[in-house]
Structures are given as C-alpha cells and as structure tokens.
C-alpha cells in the first residue's frame, strides 16, 4: 500500500492513496457517510487534475462545459477503473467539486466538496508539494 493523504473538506473529504500497485496508480475515495471508490490513475494526472480545479479562473480561459445543481461548471479530470468524472464551479467565496459518475443521466453528483478559501490554499499547498517529493501520511483541513 502506498502513501494515503486525506483532503478535508465541508461536506465529504478526499482521499488519495498514491502508489498503490506495480504500475504506480493512484486511487481516489469520496469520504462521507461512506467510502467510496472514485477510480484511479497515475499520480501526476490525479494531482494535476485536483490543482486545475483550483486554480483562479479570474482570466475565464477554462468554458463553462453546463451546469450541475445550478452551478456553472468547468472540467477537471476522469479516472479510471470506476469511471467518475471530477467537476469543479463556484458558490460565493467557496469551491465546490462535483464528483459525477459517467453513467448517471440526468447529471447528479455522487458527492459534492465545497471549499472554503482557506481549504483551498491547503489542499493547493499539499498538492503542489506532492508534484515535489512523495509525502508521507498527511492530515489537510477543517
């Protein structure tokens, strides 16, 4: 098993668990009432998927691809094996990611993270340095 870092947020968390087989793939976990399982890749594309969704748009060179519970939206990443789909929009001053599962129509999350500013610059933080160096266990949030 690889390293496993927990993103705290308000609503769910996120957990990463980094290097987890011979190919170096990174699993994803929606953390809520449950665990559940948001599919995998490698570890650059996952962290650098989190970090797009948030970056400042302020410049609004990333298109709105719709809207979901009334919140415009832009694209972030997918992963693999479970096949989820990661959605990031704002409300007010906060973040929110909206974790889609490909196959559900109409469009509903299967959970949703807001952010607050300061949850962002932490998850940022963490995740900037993980593109640095491997971390070890690591406790980001609330």
């Known amino acids: 098993m690889g390293n496993t870092m927990m993103l705290r947020g308000d609503g769910a968390d996120l957990e990463v668990e980094a290097a987890v ?4 793939w990174t699993r994803c976990y929606l953390v809520c009432d ?5 599919g ?3 570890l650059p594309y996952v962290v650098k998927g989190l970090l797009r969704a948030l970056q400042e748009n302020d410049d609004n060179s990333e298109q709105s691809v719709g809207e979901i519970n009334g919140v415009s939206v832009r694209y972030a990443l997918h992963l693999e094996e479970s096949h989820h789909s990661l959605y ?7 973040r929110l990611l909206f974790w889609q599962a490909d196959n559900f129509h109409p469009i509903t999350p299967v959970g949703v993270i807001r952010l ?5 610059r932490q998850w940022t933080q963490a995740l900037a340095g993980v593109l640095e160096a491997e971390k070890g266990p690591l406790l980001v949030g609330r």
Do not use: V
């Not at 087989?21 to 170096?24: A, I, R, S, T, V």
């Not at 449950?34 to 948001?38: G, I, M, S």
């Not at 990031?88 to 906060?94: A, I």
């Not at 607050?116 to 962002?120: C, F």
């Open 88 to 94: 990031y929009g704002e409300e007010g001053n906060d």
């Open 34 to 38: 449950k665990r559940t399982f948001l």
């Open 116 to 120: 607050s500013p300061l949850q962002r």
């Open 40 to 42: 995998a890749d490698t």
């Open 21 to 24: 087989n011979d190919l170096g």
